[in-house]
């Protein structure tokens, strides 16, 4: 059939009526025995659905042609699953696919026909079967519960596990994705919420991400096409690596949203007397685990050679939920992080990209990250006695309304912090914010800025407030001290008008 007839066939669908029309010849084709007429109705529908989806899929829904689809998934020719995972793939576009509950009563069908296909070597069956199952994760209205139990839920995530661990690229890839929108609260409220099942998903998903990135690591590609095949293999890294990170980042928020859960906190059915492993609080110290042994050294290797505003977003958020998956190590999650220099990491992502109004979003992300790791790391100070509630709430103002309007590079922020200039309240708190996150950075042994550099800035600062007779917030000027301290000149003196100007302003 060429496109024309095609074509004058697809109008007729909805116009004709009776056994003549389109729908229900095909529907008899695949109710056929024939194995050769079956796969030809699939590709006819296909084909039909490509021509015009929104104005043929429901004609074929309401022919029930969906029903008999799913029940050929169970059939032995690859042919025909590989056509009828295409065709169901195109009427998962009309939410009347949805609406009829079609992929209720057939989500069982597609897991195991999953769990067969991946048996098979068919590289093209695997990623097309994987396309409709992430189709049907991500665009199932959330009132209408796909997992009816949780032995179909834990099926389901057994089939994604063998599949993101294959050895064929684009198929692990395909199963990251269908990972993440399975990774939603709907999908797995299925009492009980089996987080051994999850983590264990999850570990192979990092793990064959890390494994991924340590291959491309490995070679060593010769010839005058090496430089393009290195570009190549990077930017094919990024993209397995961002969407492993968005994988895991939907593991952190089903973590997050089950916290209001007190039906999902662990297994009701698991022995009192039994080893709480299977528990959202085992699940949550795993994905701090995981982030810090597999998710922060990935990323940190692909900073070595690119960044990528979009990964990064999607990290810095995984690193600000972490902060409340798990509370009770929050403020040592900070310290590690500041340690290993994310303050000065954060500062220069905010400086390359969001300058200007380009790059809202992620601009938002690091300022969060930071305010909070901020705070987390003042509420649980290295050396001296924590601050009062009264000064983390003035601290905790002064840092959400300035941080976001950091986006200079430390020569300017520098600069900035020693301009003697009048300031307003605005630019002020943005000084205040420039100097609480040197100090937090210097703290924790992250000195990004010379000494000497650092020192003259904070003089000029200080100066400044006692010229505009200013009293800055206690934790600021406690933070000026402690870097006069540590950046003063060899003969441990400081000089005599800064000396005069701490009495005036203290």
């Known amino acids: 059939m060429n496109k024309d007839e095609l074509g004058e066939s697809a109008e007729n669908i909805e116009g004709s009526s009776g056994d003549t029309s389109l729908p229900l010849v095909l529907k008899k084709l695949l109710l056929s025995r024939d194995e050769t007429l079956q796969v030809a109705s699939a590709h006819c529908i296909t084909a039909v659905l490509v021509h015009s989806p929104a104005k043929h899929a429901p004609a074929f829904i309401h022919a ?4 008999f689809l799913f029940e050929h998934l169970s059939s032995s020719s690859e042919m025909l699953v590989w056509s009828s995972y295409n065709c169901l793939t195109l009427l998962a576009e009309e939410p009347l696919f949805f609406s009829k509950c079609h992929t209720v009563y057939g989500i069982e069908a597609v897991v195991r026909s999953l769990q ?3 048996e098979m070597n068919n590289t093209e069956l695997h990623k097309q079967g994987l396309l409709l199952f992430t189709e049907i994760l991500t665009r199932q209205p959330e009132e209408i519960k796909l997992f009816t139990n949780s032995a179909m839920c834990r099926d389901a995530g057994r089939a994604l596990q063998e599949a993101v661990s294959s050895p064929v ?31 264990s998903l999850l570990e192979a998903m990092l ?6 990135s340590q291959t491309l690591l490995n070679r060593r590609p010769l010839g005058h096409a090496s430089s393009r095949n290195s570009e190549k293999a990077i930017l094919q890294r990024g993209k397995f690596l961002l969407s492993t990170l968005e994988g895991f980042r939907s593991a952190c928020r089903l973590a997050i949203e089950f916290q209001s859960e007190p039906s999902a906190q662990e297994n009701p059915f698991t022995a009192p007397s039994a080893k709480k492993e299977d528990t959202l609080e085992a699940f949550s110290e795993f ?9 922060i050294p990935m990323v940190m290797r692909h900073l070595e050679q690119t960044t990528h505003p979009a990964l990064m977003e999607v990290f810095l958020s995984i690193l600000h939920s972490l902060f409340v998956i798990v509370p009770h190590m929050k403020e040592k999650f900070s310290k590690k992080l500041a340690a290993s220099s994310f303050i000065r990491l954060t500062l220069e992502l905010k400086a390359r990209f969001c300058s200007s109004l380009s790059h809202s979003a992620l601009n938002q992300v690091c ?4 305010y909070y790791m901020c705070l987390n790391l003042l509420s649980a100070p290295e050396k001296t006695g924590p601050p009062s509630e009264e000064e983390l709430s003035a601290v905790s103002e002064l840092l959400q309304h300035g941080l976001p309007q950091i986006s200079s590079r430390s020569p300017e922020s520098l600069a900035f912090l020693s301009d003697r200039q009048y300031m307003e309240g605005a630019a002020r708190q943005r000084q205040y914010c420039i100097l609480l996150l040197f100090y937090l950075a210097y703290i924790h042994e ?5 000494e000497a550099e650092l020192f003259e800035a904070v003089q000029s600062f200080l100066l400044s407030l006692q010229d505009q007779g200013e009293r800055p917030p206690l934790v600021v000027f406690k933070a000026s001290i402690y870097l006069l301290a540590i950046c ?19």
């Open 64 to 67: 029930d042609i969906p029903e």
């Open 116 to 118: 067969g296909s991946l």
């Open 169 to 199: 690229l684009e198929v692990a890839a395909e199963a990251v994705k269908a990972t993440s929108a399975f990774l939603r609260k709907d999908h797995q409220s299925a009492p009980p919420v089996q987080y051994g099942e999850l983590q």
């Open 207 to 212: 793990n064959r991400c890390a494994e991924f």
């Open 287 to 295: 994905l701090l685990s995981a982030c810090d042994s597999l998710c």
């Open 367 to 370: 300022s969060n990250f930071l």
């Open 446 to 450: 992250d000195r990004f800025v010379s």
């Open 488 to 506: 003063q000149d060899k003969d441990n003196t400081l000089h005599e008008q800064l000396h005069s100007s701490l009495i005036s302003i203290s």
